[in-house]
């Protein structure tokens, strides 16, 4: 479980199939809790127009064995840059991808994407129901209006 970005110069992946998300052991294992990441700026290309799309992500996760590595997901998450796929596409396979590499005891990941045509989408995703005594805080992310 050698980390392979952190501490090291990194380029961004040219596709979410070639990043490389690192995991390193969970210091707290033996108890439910809880892990957000968020991230208020991804993009990634609509595969009918190939114009930019925008997201607010927020993911949540309870650690097993094992922790995502931050800079590690920050290079998977940015390769989407490039990456031509519905929303849907997107939010739930970055939840899949994540929850089969690192087997957490939970994750859930919901994808707040700003409109396309007029509409926005949002698409949530979880592994199934949250560890008993977990506390689950809400995203509070804001229904559409300018994504705050």
């Not at 380029?11 to 990043?19: C, D, K, Q, V």
């Not at 997901?73 to 390769?79: E, I, N, R, T, Y």
Request: proline residues 13%.
């Amino acid at each position: 479980m050698t980390p392979t970005h952190l501490g090291k110069p990194s380029t961004l992946p040219a596709s979410p199939e070639e990043a490389v998300l690192d995991y390193v052991p969970n210091p707290r294992t033996g108890r439910p809790y809880l892990v957000r990441f968020t991230a208020p700026e991804f993009t990634s290309l609509c595969p009918v127009t190939a114009q930019p799309d925008f997201a607010h992500l927020v993911i949540d996760y309870a650690p097993a064995a094992t922790i995502v590595e931050s800079k590690s997901l920050k290079l998977f998450l940015g390769s989407f840059r490039n990456h031509q796929a519905f929303h849907e596409d997107c939010t739930v396979g970055i939840g899949e991808r994540l929850f089969a590499e690192m087997a957490p005891l939970w994750l859930r990941i919901g994808g707040y994407w700003y409109p396309r045509g007029g509409i926005p989408i949002d698409v949530f995703w979880q592994s199934g129901p949250p560890p008993e005594g977990l506390w689950l805080p809400s995203q509070d992310v804001p229904g559409y209006r300018g994504r705050g």
